[in-house]
C-alpha cells in the first residue's frame, strides 16, 4: 500500500473542508492556505471529523474577514458616505443655522402714482440770442420768428406751424409754440428763444420744422434785429429743474395770459374758472365732457378742477395797452390779459414747460416754477 505524501494529504479532506469554510465565511488567500498547508505537510493530522472541520475552517477565516472589514472601511472614507457613527438616528435633534437679521428692516406695499398723462408739446428747440426780450414786447418777437421760420419753409409750410388749416380739418390742441425765456434761461444760461414741438405733429412735419430751425440765424423786427444761436434739443417733460426741498412746484404766467374765450352765460364766471379753463384747453384730449358752447367750457373748467389744478391767486391786468399781449383777437372780445399762480394737479410733472391762454402759440402765458413752501401748497390745495 503506498504511503500518502504530506501535499496528498494537504490536498485531501483537510483542503475540502478549506473550502467549504470558504464558502460560508470568505475565500481564503494565499497565506491562509499556505498556513494550512504547513500545518498538515508537519505531521498535524487532517480534520477527521465536522467539529475539527469547522475549527480549521474559522482559525484560517478570521484574517480574510479582518481585511474586509478594513477595506469597507477604506472604501466608504473614499466615497464619502458617513460612518455608521455619525449617521442620522431618529432621536436625533437638528439644529437649525442662524437667522441673519443684520440690515433688515420692515416694508409695506403701496399702489403706484399713476403716471402723468403725455405732454402737450414733447420737445424743446431751445435758441440762444444776443439780448433780453422784454415783457411787453414778446409777443412782437414770436410773431418775428413765426414768419422767419415760414420764410425758410416756403411754400407747403405746415398747419402745425403756420396755424392755417383747411375748412373742416380737425384742429389739434396745441400747434408748434414760440416762447422768450430769461434771462436765467435752463440749459443755456441766458435768454432764449424756446421752440415747442407738439405731441399732435407728424413726423414729417416735424422734421420740416427742425431743417428750418437750423437755419435760422437771424430774425428781423422792429426794435432791430437779433441773431440766434444754433439750437438744442431738450425734452419738453424734463426743461425745468427739480423743486427745492420742502416745496411744492406751482406755476406762475410769465409775462401774462389772455383768457381763451369770454365768460360763458348760464352763471357765475370767475377769473379763476377762466384759468381752469385755459388748462383744460390744453390737456383737451385728457378729458370727456358733453355739451357745446358755453355748456362745454362749463364742463372743461370743472373737469380741469377734479384733476387737481387750483388757482392761488388771479389778478387782471389794468392801466396798460392790452393789446400788446396778443397778435389776432376777434374785434368784439373783450381783452383781459391777467397774472396768476395756480397748480397743474395731475396733469403734468414739475419739470414740463408749457403755457396756456389764446397767446399760449406766440410769446404769451408761458408758465414759469413759482415753488411754494409745502405747508402753504397744502393750505391752497385743500
Known amino acids: 500500500m503506498q504511503t500518502a505524501t504530506p501535499w496528498q494529504i494537504t490536498a485531501g479532506a483537510g483542503s475540502r473542508n478549506i473550502w467549504r469554510a470558504g464558502r460560508r465565511y470568505g475565500t481564503p488567500d494565499s497565506s491562509d492556505l499556505t498556513r494550512s498547508i504547513s500545518r498538515s505537510a508537519w505531521g498535524a493530522p487532517p480534520p477527521t471529523t465536522r467539529a475539527e472541520s469547522r475549527a480549521v475552517a474559522a482559525s484560517t477565516s478570521r484574517p480574510s474577514a479582518a481585511r474586509a472589514r478594513a477595506r469597507q472601511t477604506q472604501c466608504r472614507q473614499e466615497s464619502g458616505l458617513p460612518r455608521r457613527a455619525d449617521a442620522h438616528r431618529s432621536t436625533a435633534k437638528t439644529t437649525p443655522p442662524p437667522v441673519v437679521t443684520t440690515g433688515l428692516g420692515l416694508s409695506r406695499y403701496t399702489r403706484p402714482e399713476p403716471p402723468p398723462p403725455p405732454t402737450p408739446w414733447t420737445s424743446v428747440l431751445l435758441f440762444s440770442i444776443d439780448r433780453p426780450v422784454p415783457a411787453r414786447l414778446r409777443v412782437r418777437y414770436a410773431v418775428a420768428v413765426h414768419r422767419a421760420l415760414v420764410g425758410l419753409v416756403r411754400d407747403g409750410a405746415p398747419a402745425i406751424l403756420t396755424g392755417a388749416y383747411q375748412e373742416g380739418a380737425r384742429r389739434p390742441s396745441n400747434r408748434v409754440a414760440i416762447q422768450f425765456i430769461g434771462p436765467d434761461a435752463p440749459h443755456v444760461g441766458g435768454t432764449a428763444l424756446a421752440l415747442l414741438l407738439p405731441r399732435e405733429a407728424d413726423d414729417v412735419d416735424l422734421t ?33 429743474p427739480a423743486p427745492a426741498e420742502g416745496t411744492v412746484r406751482w406755476w406762475r404766467t410769465e409775462p401774462v395770459a389772455v383768457p381763451d374765450s369770454r365768460p360763458p352765460r348760464g ?39 377734479e384733476r387737481g389744478v387750483r388757482v392761488g391767486s388771479a389778478v387782471r391786468l389794468m392801466g396798460e395797452d392790452v393789446g400788446r399781449y396778443v397778435h389776432k383777437v376777434h374785434p368784439d372780445t373783450v381783452i383781459q390779459p391777467y397774472r396768476a399762480v395756480l397748480s397743474l394737479g395731475d396733469l403734468t410733472g414739475p419739470g414740463t414747460i408749457t403755457a396756456i391762454g389764446q397767446s399760449r402759440h406766440l410769446g404769451g402765458g408761458l408758465l414759469v416754477p413759482r415753488d411754494l413752501p409745502a405747508e402753504l401748497a397744502g393750505r391752497l390745495t385743500a
Open 208 to 240: 420740416v420744422i427742425r431743417m428750418a430751425a437750423q437755419r435760422l440765424r437771424r430774425v428781423n423786427v422792429a426794435a432791430g434785429p437779433f441773431r440766434v444761436d444754433p439750437p438744442l434739443e431738450v425734452p419738453a417733460d424734463r426743461f425745468w
Open 267 to 305: 352763471g357765475a364766471w370767475s377769473l379763476a374758472d377762466a384759468v381752469a379753463l385755459s388748462v383744460a384747453l390744453v390737456w383737451r384730449d385728457e378729458f370727456t365732457v358733453s355739451g357745446r358752447g358755453d355748456a362745454r367750457y362749463r364742463e372743461l373748467a370743472r373737469a380741469a378742477t
